[in-house]
């Protein structure tokens, strides 16, 4: 099994800047993607930022050139830096991964959720 356990949320005021981490753990052959993804009350869970093969990233247009993904591959984590905050950016955010594991006789991959941490951004 894989956990991902999510940090770095909070209260912050529009305009500054949160850094949320997420660190997988357990029975990981190959980390193919990591990303993050919130959800704002009323909405649905929608994808903000995803890195794969380790250096290929792709964002959500109303984060562009605000948010910067990251990742690091021998701590199995994944950073997302976020700048510039709205009140619109307030949701909790959760971490997602794809992750490649060997059982007992074959590969598989599955994809995981952290448990989520709440931003909150004040106007």
């Known amino acids: 099994q894989v956990q991902l356990v999510e940090s770095g949320g909070g209260l912050v005021q529009a305009g500054g800047s949160l850094r949320l981490s997420c660190a997988a753990s357990?029975?990981?052959?190959?980390?193919?993607?990591m990303g993050w993804y919130r959800q704002a009350p009323g909405k649905q869970r929608e994808l903000v930022a995803q890195i794969s093969s380790g250096t290929k990233t792709n964002y959500a247009d109303s984060v562009k050139g605000r948010f910067t993904i990251s990742g690091d591959n021998a701590k199995n984590t994944v950073y997302l830096q976020m700048s510039s905050l709205k009140p619109e950016d307030t949701g909790v955010y959760y971490c997602?991964?794809?992750?490649?594991?060997?059982?007992?006789?074959?590969?598989?991959?599955?994809?995981?959720w952290g448990q989520g941490t709440q931003v909150t951004v004040s106007s």
């Open positions: 997602n991964a794809n992750i490649v594991s060997k059982g007992a006789h074959l590969y598989y991959t599955k994809g995981y």
């Open positions: 357990g029975s990981i052959f190959e980390i193919n993607a």
